[in-house]
């Protein structure tokens, strides 16, 4: 019988999330996907995780449930404009967010997520070395003003982080009376992470709202993606949990890629009877990239 594993990322509907046998942020994905016996592998999330579980496990055959799932980090990056950049810092290291390409990551010479980015950049520095950073302007300036780094940095943002802003948080932070927090993903423009009590990946900004013991009707505002929310909220529902505002009218902030994953997108994956095998990508690609994801994956399992 063939054995199905099916992974999913914390922005994916919770009817999604409960189909899944395990859920994470990027890195978990990554090394969920390595550990993995399974025939085949439904990455309920977006394209460059399952390009790169592939390219981890090569053996498994994987499947994205809907081809157009990307990420605009991705979009917004030139392969052919990246090269050039790259070449014209031929003494750096290049760290390239794992949210990118698979010929992107063949062009870097560490893959990073945003749960190990701050260790992975600052071990790169302790050598003496100096880094470039891409695709993400918004982390890669964050990096330089948290560490005084001066790395140079690649322009793409994440369309759904870079919508916070400081403005719309004061005006909300001035209606409330209670003890309030903001955590935020570093996707999130500076402005807003300067501003905030905690800054981390998925994954961390979970664990910090599990782990809140802090006065019990303080209001917690999160930027980052509203998929996390119900597993926040699921985790402690004591807690008056919000999402960041933005200046749509609707205070909402969702990850159009990763709302593509609906349940019956996903079904039929899980049946193999939809969406797309991830096939495509050529040897000499998968190696390159491989070398910079390896890096980070021995660096994390240190
Ligand atoms: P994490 O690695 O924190 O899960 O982030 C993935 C992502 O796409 C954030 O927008
Ligand atoms: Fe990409 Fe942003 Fe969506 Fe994450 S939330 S997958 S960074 S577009």
Redesign the pocket.
């Known amino acids: 019988m063939t054995k199905v594993l099916t992974l999913a990322?914390y922005?994916t509907i919770p009817e999604v999330q409960q189909m899944a046998d395990r859920v994470g942020d990027s890195l978990d994905l990554a090394l969920f996907a390595k550990e993995s016996d399974a025939d085949v592998i439904v990455l309920a999330?977006?394209r460059?995780m399952a390009e790169t579980a592939k390219m981890i496990n090569p053996k498994s055959k994987v499947i994205l449930p809907d081809l157009s799932?990307?990420?605009?980090?991705?979009t917004m990056t030139d392969i052919n404009e990246l090269k050039k950049w790259r070449e014209s810092y031929p003494d750096y290291v290049h760290v390239a967010y794992i949210?990118s390409s698979a010929e992107h990551k063949a062009l870097a010479d560490w893959t990073v997520t945003s749960r190990n980015v701050d260790d992975i950049i600052s071990h790169i520095h302790s050598q003496g070395k100096k880094v470039i950073y891409s695709p993400?302007r918004n982390m890669g300036a964050y990096l330089n003003f948290q560490y005084g780094y001066d790395m140079p940095l690649w322009s793409a943002v994440?369309?759904?982080?870079d919508k916070f802003n400081k403005q719309a948080l004061d005006e909300l932070f001035a209606t409330i009376t209670n003890q309030k927090y903001l955590i935020a993903h570093p996707?999130s423009p500076l402005p807003v992470l300067k501003q905030s009590d905690y800054i981390g990946s998925t994954a961390g900004l979970l664990h910090w709202v599990k782990n809140y013991s802090g006065v019990s009707d303080a209001v917690i505002l999160v930027a980052?993606?509203d998929g996390i929310l119900y597993n926040m909220k699921n985790a402690r529902p004591d807690l008056d949990i919000r999402q960041a505002p933005i200046y749509t009218g609707c205070k909402c902030n969702s990850?159009?890629?990763?709302k593509l994953n609906t349940v019956e997108a996903v079904k039929k994956a899980q049946n193999q009877t939809g969406g797309v095998v991830i096939d495509y990508l050529s040897q000499d690609t998968m190696d390159r990239a491989l070398v910079a994801i390896n890096r980070m994956i021995d660096f994390s399992s240190r």
């Open positions: 990322h922005y999330g977006v460059f799932s990307t990420c605009s980090l991705v949210n993400d994440c369309e759904v982080h996707e980052t993606e990850c159009p890629y990763m």
